[in-house]
Structures are given as C-alpha cells and as structure tokens.
Nanobody, 115 residues
C-alpha cells in the first residue's frame, strides 16, 4: 500500500493561484496513474486531472484552461497548479493513485476561495 501525503491548500482570494503537492512513499509513477479529485460539501467527489505512466494528462473540461497536473519522479511528488481560482473551486482536494483495481488516496486538503 502506497502512502500519499498532501501539502498545500488554504484560503485564497478569487482570481488567485495555489499549488498542491502529493508526496508518495515510493516512486510509483512507472506503475500508477496519478490524479487529483475534489469534493465540495454536499457534492459527490469529482475528477479534476490525471497523468498516466507515459506522461499523458487529462483534465475535466471546465478546468483544463486553469489547472495543470505535473510530476517529479526524483521527489516522488505530483503537483496540481491552480490558477484563476473561483469560489466554486472551493472543496477538499484528494491525491489519487491507481493501478488496475488498486486505488490509494491522500488525506485531503481544504482549498477555500473567498474574499
């Protein structure tokens, strides 16, 4: 079982930027698809972005112009850069690792966008 530790999050103003980090206990990027999900109060957990073993990225259509997922194998870290943040982006953001039927999750980080 891989451990995923999330760093970052917090309170930002509308239009601001924030970067989340997800540090894995081992370098699993050659075996796992990595991703980010988010969940707002009263809402289902939803897909944000992913990056597969070949480096191909995918995004929720409504976020692809503002969010960027990346990774650093040497640091065993996946990042989510969020720009032009809006109040509707307020949610708990979860790091995710997947291979076949195995799913691992980070502890979640609160991102609040408010003036």
């Amino acid at each position: 079982q891989v451990q995923l530790v999330e760093l970052g999050g917090g309170l930002v103003q509308p239009g601001g930027s924030l970067k989340l980090s997800c540090v894995a206990s081992e370098n699993i990027f050659n075996f796992n698809t990595m991703g980010w999900y988010r969940q707002a109060p009263g809402r289902e957990r939803s897909f944000v972005a992913s990056i597969n073993v070949g480096g191909r990225t995918q995004y929720e259509d409504s976020l692809k112009d503002r969010f960027t997922i990346s990774r650093d194998g040497a640091k065993k870290t996946v990042y989510l850069q969020m720009n032009g943040l809006k109040p509707e982006d307020t949610a708990v953001y979860y790091c995710h690792a997947n291979i076949l039927s195995r799913h691992d999750w980070g502890q979640g980080k609160q991102v609040t966008v408010s003036s």
